[in-house]
């Protein structure tokens, strides 16, 4: 996928990262972690919006995504994202870091979705969010991972509580989306 390229414009049209995440909470000087960030499709405006004193975290299992994520960054003169080649499952960035930890249209790909939620509890900070966003089970299936491999809201949210999180708010995010925000438990 290239960045800015004709899949990005269509996909914007149903999922507007900048309304996503200002919808999420996010601001300046806050850290933010996208884990599964992909080529930065929500990591590169999430770097603008946290501005020079915030910092994005980065992770993907794949070093071609992280490559090209690196390369938008520099060309887009971003130097608050530390980007790392990894398995969620078995990859912490830090520890009780970040305001929002973040998955976009990945909880369902993950090998062990249960392991990777483990970890962003304990890279969560106590008063940080965890934001869910993925595609609806339901619905229409022309684009989109196919129906046997997504989660419904209620099997993200039982994972999510799962693993130390209380569910806030479960909500839609355009017409093929849905949006989970958690808290960590105390
Ligand atoms: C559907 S893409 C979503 C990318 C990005 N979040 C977005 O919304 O544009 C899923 C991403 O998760 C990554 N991924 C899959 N399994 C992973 C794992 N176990 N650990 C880290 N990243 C993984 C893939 O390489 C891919 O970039």
Not at 121 to 147: C, E, H, Q, S, Y
């Amino acid at each position: 996928m290239s960045f800015g390229g004709y899949f990005e414009r269509f996909r914007r049209r149903w999922q507007n990262p900048e309304v996503i995440l200002e919808r999420v909470g996010l601001k300046a000087n806050l850290t933010f972690i996208d884990v599964g960030c992909g080529n930065g499709f929500f990591a590169i405006p999430a770097a603008r919006m946290v501005g020079e004193s915030g910092k994005v975290y980065g992770l993907d299992i794949s070093s071609n995504a992280i490559n090209q994520l690196r390369e938008i960054a520099k060309r887009k003169g971003l130097s608050n994202l530390e980007l790392k080649v990894g398995k969620a499952e078995e990859t912490m960035l830090c520890r009780g870091c970040a305001d929002i930890v973040f998955f976009a249209n990945d909880l369902h790909d993950f090998e062990n979705p249960s392991k990777v939620v483990a970890n962003a509890r304990k890279m969560i900070k106590t008063i940080g969010r965890l934001v869910d966003l993925d595609w609806k089970k339901n619905g229409m299936a022309f684009i989109g991972p196919p129906m046997r491999i997504r989660l419904s809201e209620e099997e993200a949210s039982h994972l999510i509580e799962a693993a130390g999180f209380k569910v806030e708010t479960v909500e839609e995010a355009g017409p093929y989306h849905y949006l989970i925000i958690a808290k960590p438990k105390d």
